[in-house]
């Protein structure tokens, strides 16, 4: 059975960093696309970053200068490093595998397209 477990989210205040963390089970990130969502109270579920089989990694438009996402095979680990944080990032923040695709593409935004997601890790920025 696949399972994804995101921890790390905390309440912080605007400027400070956080680093989230995926662990999984029974797949390997190095085999499928793989993604960092988030959702914020009243919103759909939006993506952050993805990352392929091979490594390439892409960003949101609007968070691209201040994440960075990082993987650990060995750990069979998806991290998500979120710096400068704001109000408006405050969301619960899900990982998500995409079985049917090894190399994400531009229908990897949807959150539709995941086969596998975690229960989410919150965080709460004030100003």
């Known amino acids: 059975q696949w399972q994804l477990v995101e921890s790390g989210g905390a309440s912080v205040e605007a400027g400070q960093s956080l680093k989230l963390t995926c662990t999984a089970s029974?797949?390997?990130?190095?085999?499928?696309?793989m993604a960092w969502f988030r959702q914020a109270p009243g919103k759909e579920r939006e993506g952050v970053a993805l990352?392929?089989?091979?490594?390439?990694?892409l960003y949101a438009e609007s968070m691209k200068f201040r994440v960075i996402l990082s993987r650990d095979d060995a750990k069979n680990t998806l991290y998500l490093q979120i710096n400068n944080l704001r109000p408006e990032d405050t969301a619960t923040y899900y990982c998500?595998?995409?079985?049917?695709?090894?190399?994400?593409?531009?229908?990897?935004?949807?959150?539709?397209?995941?086969?596998?997601w975690g229960q989410g890790t919150q965080v709460t920025v004030s100003s």
């Open positions: 998500a595998a995409d079985f049917h695709r090894r190399y994400c593409n531009r229908n990897s935004w949807r959150a539709s397209e995941y086969d596998t």
């Open positions: 029974g797949l390997h990130f190095s085999d499928v696309c």
């Open positions: 990352r392929s089989k091979d490594g390439g990694t």
